[in-house]
C-alpha cells in the first residue's frame, strides 16, 4: 500500500515536479514508466461488470506456458514458484490463459530475466487486461497516458514521507495486505515490474490465504461460514489528502465474505486483511476486533504458509490477490532506491466459501 510519487514532497522542500523530473531520469532500459504528478481529473464510482476467468479456459497441461525451455523452481509446497526460460511478452493468448490458472494454483510466480525491452506501455497493459478491466488506483501516481499503474517508489529523498509506509515508529515494519480489496470487485491476477531494488532487501512477503483457512479446525471454520466484513478505502484516501495528494475518486466501503472460493480451483480461502478489512458486520465492536485480531495475527505469524519474493532486476512477479496476502519486507537502507509499477486487473464479486458438508 505504499503512497503515490505523485504524493511526494522532499525534506529539501523541493516541487512535487522537481521530485517527478528526479524520478523520470531515473529508467531501467528505457523502460521503466515515469512517475507523473497525479492528474487532477475526478473519476466517477465503478461500474459492476460480468467476469468469466480465463483459467477456466486453460489447458491443464500448459504446454504454452511449461515445456522443455521452462526451469520451475518451488519455493514453498504452499506457494511460490521461480520460472525461468518464458519471456512473459511472447506469451500466447492460451499462454495468458495457462498463466492465469498456474497462478491461481501456486498463487505466486516470479519470472526472472525477463526483456523488458519487449515490454513497452502498451504490451504491459495490454497483457494485465487479457484478466480483466485494470483497476486505476484512485491515490496513486500513475504514468503519463497510462492511469492503469500504480508506481511504487522510494529513494533517499523521499524517505521522510514514505516512513510511515515503511513502518515508522511500530515495533514490526510490515503490514499485510491484500490490494484494494474495498473494490465491488477487488483484484484478481496481478502483476509487478521489478525496475529498481536495493543490492539487498527490499523484497515482498506473500502468505497463502488458502492454507491459512485450511489450518484452522472444521469448528471454527463452520463459525465463519455466512460472515462477512467491511472493506475500507476511506484511510487510504484521507491519508492522501493529509499529505496534499489526490484523490481521484471518492473512497469506498464494501461488504465480503470473510471465506471466498476461487472460481478456478475452488480452494477456500480467507479474505480479511489488516490494510482495509475494518470489522465484521452484525459483531459489536469488541466482538468484531477479537475474531479480526484473531485471525490478523494467525495471518501474518504463519510463516510456514509464507514465502519471501526475492526480487533482482529482470524480475516480473504474478499474483492471485483473492488468495494470497503480501507485505513489503523494509529491511534496505535509506540509501537505497525502490522501484516498481502494479497492474491490478479486477476479477469477479467474492463468492461465499461454504463448509463442506
Do not use: C
Not at 25 to 38: D, F, G, T, V
Not at 138 to 164: A, I, L, M, Q
Not at 237 to 258: C, D, L, M, Q
Not at 342 to 349: G, I, M, S
Request: aromatic fraction near 10%.
Amino acid at each position: 500500500m505504499a503512497p503515490s510519487v505523485a504524493d511526494i514532497k522532499s525534506t529539501a522542500g523541493d516541487s512535487v515536479d522537481k521530485v517527478v523530473d528526479t524520478i523520470a531520469q531515473l529508467k531501467l532500459a528505457n523502460q521503466a514508466p515515469e512517475a507523473e504528478k497525479a492528474d487532477p481529473e475526478k473519476w466517477g464510482p465503478l461500474e459492476l461488470f460480468e467476469h468469466s476467468d480465463v483459467g477456466l479456459l486453460a489447458n491443464p497441461a500448459k504446454p504454452n506456458l511449461l515445456n522443455e525451455n521452462t526451469k520451475i523452481s518451488h519455493i514453498s509446497p504452499y506457494l511460490g514458484t521461480e520460472l525461468r526460460g518464458v519471456q512473459i511478452s511472447q506469451l500466447s493468448e492460451e499462454g495468458l490463459n495457462e498463466l492465469a490458472l498456474y497462478t491461481a494454483e501456486r498463487k505466486v510466480l516470479l519470472f526472472r530475466d525477463q526483456d523488458f525491452k519487449d515490454l513497452s506501455y502498451e504490451r504491459q497493459v495490454e497483457i494485465a487486461r487479457h484478466f480483466g478491466p485494470i483497476q486505476r488506483h484512485p491515490t496513486s501516481g500513475n504514468v503519463k497516458g497510462f492511469p492503469e499503474f500504480h508506481v511504487v517508489y522510494f529513494d533517499p529523498k523521499t524517505w521522510s514521507f514514505f516512513k510511515d509506509y515503511y513502518g515508522g515508529d511500530r515495533v514490526t515494519k510490515l503490514g499485510w495486505h491484500s490490494d484494494v480489496t474495498y473494490e465491488k470487485q477487488p483484484a484478481g491476477t496481478t502483476f509487478f515490474f521489478i525496475l529498481d531494488q536495493p543490492p539487498v532487501g527490499g523484497d515482498t512477503l506473500f502468505g497463502s490465504q488458502v492454507e491459512a483457512y485450511n489450518r484452522l479446525s472444521p469448528e471454527f471454520q463452520k463459525r465463519l461460514e455466512g460472515l462477512r466484513a467491511v472493506h475500507s478505502g476511506v484511510h487510504q484516501a484521507e491519508y492522501s489528502r493529509k499529505k496534499g495528494g489526490i484523490v481521484r475518486r471518492e473512497p469506498v466501503e464494501t461488504e465480503h465474505p470473510i471465506v471466498r472460493v476461487h472460481p478456478v480451483t475452488g480452494e477456500k480461502a480467507l479474505f480479511v486483511n489488516e490494510g482495509f478489512t475494518t470489522h465484521i458486520v452484525g459483531f459489536k465492536k469488541e466482538e468484531s476486533d477479537f475474531l479480526l485480531k484473531f485471525l490478523f495475527d494467525h495471518i501474518a505469524k504463519g510463516a510456514d504458509f509464507q514465502i519471501r519474493a526475492r526480487y533482482e532486476p529482470g524480475t516480473v512477479v504474478v499474483w492471485d490477490n483473492r488468495v494470497t496476502v503480501h507485505s513489503v519486507n523494509p529491511d534496505f537502507g535509506t540509501e537505497h532506491r525502490r522501484h516498481a509499477v502494479r497492474l491490478t486487473p479486477q476479477a469477479e464479486v467474492p463468492v461465499e466459501g461454504k463448509v463442506d458438508a
